[in-house]
């Protein structure tokens, strides 16, 4: 048995002595106030309860934007969280080889700032050929479109962007004007006065007929990618090529490319944003010093740049 100290029994019996018909010191825990707004009455112990926190984003994975059961018809959809649409958006295309979690970082800080941002697995080089790249975009583009009231996306307010091949098919959604040629196997139909709000591309080939000519592992993947020299399909190259669609009437342009791109030099977008300019077109071109061919798309000059872009097309156009 342990031995009791006697010491503390004392200090004990004076600490009661002290308290004995004393009302207790109130404490800060739950006000009144806040026992009435929880629902609790005179007498009870209110319980504590579990606050919901506010968050700042919403995302939606692998969501079918053709119901054939293919991972590469899937995309990825970021919403702000605990906010009221409808929000501008960004459709995103990742680069060759690659896939829509490329652009995750771009939907964790654009959603943030207000935007949803949808980004796209699509049909890729070399297990398909164009225009099924092209195709499953539009078809992407179709869903985007028509569940737009589901999910608070603003129609007014779509803005395309993609790197590299996906900068391509970004371009390709902005000027063709012959949708019909690609949207055949799209279960929705692409309304026929939708325009994109704007087009962001980080390094493209806008011409490749012209691309096929800076390198020969340029001319070796057009060639695959198109199903042909340019001798055996001249109309093929021309029709794959954003540059022969422009007319003047293309939304704005934002060209972003790095000053030492190995894969597609700058040259691409430098005269891209040149024939643009010639039909009238609007278009912001911006050279990345020491920028690589994957450096530039995440990098911060290329972010500010994007939300300066669409911040002031949004503002421009608000009704």
């Not at 001249?234 to 934002?254: D, I």
Request: proline share 8%.
């Amino acid at each position: 048995m342990k031995k009791v100290n006697p010491a503390l029994c004392l200090c004990l019996l004076l600490l009661a002595g002290c308290t004995a018909g004393k009302t207790p010191i109130p404490t800060d825990t739950i006000k009144p106030t806040e026992l009435e707004m929880a629902g609790t009455t005179a007498g009870e112990t209110p319980m504590p309860t579990d606050t919901p926190k506010p968050t700042e984003l919403e995302t939606i994975r692998d969501i079918a934007y053709l119901a054939d059961g293919l991972k590469q018809h899937t995309l990825d959809l970021y919403l702000p969280g605990g906010k009221e649409g409808p929000f501008p958006t960004l459709l995103m295309f990742h680069g060759g080889n690659g896939r829509k979690e490329e652009f995750s970082f771009w939907g964790d800080v654009f959603s943030k700032k207000g935007y949803a941002v949808v980004s796209i697995n699509y049909s890729q080089w070399p297990n398909h050929k164009y225009p099924k790249n092209l195709e499953d975009a539009y078809c992407a583009l179709s869903w985007v479109v028509n569940n737009s009231a589901t999910y608070q996306l603003d129609p007014d307010h779509i803005f395309f962007m993609g790197h590299s091949a996906g900068g391509t098919l970004a371009a390709s959604l902005g000027v063709v004007d012959d949708r019909a040629i690609f949207t055949g196997n799209c279960p929705d139909p692409l309304p026929e006065d939708f325009q994109a709000a704007g087009i962001i591309t980080f390094t493209l080939i806008y011409d490749y007929p012209t691309a096929a000519q800076l390198s020969g592992p340029l001319e070796n993947y057009v060639v695959e990618l198109l199903g042909g020299t340019y001798e055996e399909l001249p109309e093929t190259w021309a029709q794959a090529s954003p540059a022969s669609w422009v007319n003047g009437n293309e939304p704005p342009f934002l060209l972003i490319h790095g000053e030492i791109d190995q894969s597609i030099p700058p040259t691409q977008s430098q005269e891209f944003a040149e024939i643009l300019k010639a039909a009238g077109d609007e278009v912001e071109l911006l050279i990345i010093p020491s920028g690589s061919h994957m450096q530039i798309k995440d990098s911060s000059q290329s972010m500010e740049a994007v939300e300066a872009f669409i911040s002031r097309i949004i503002t421009s156009t608000k009704k």
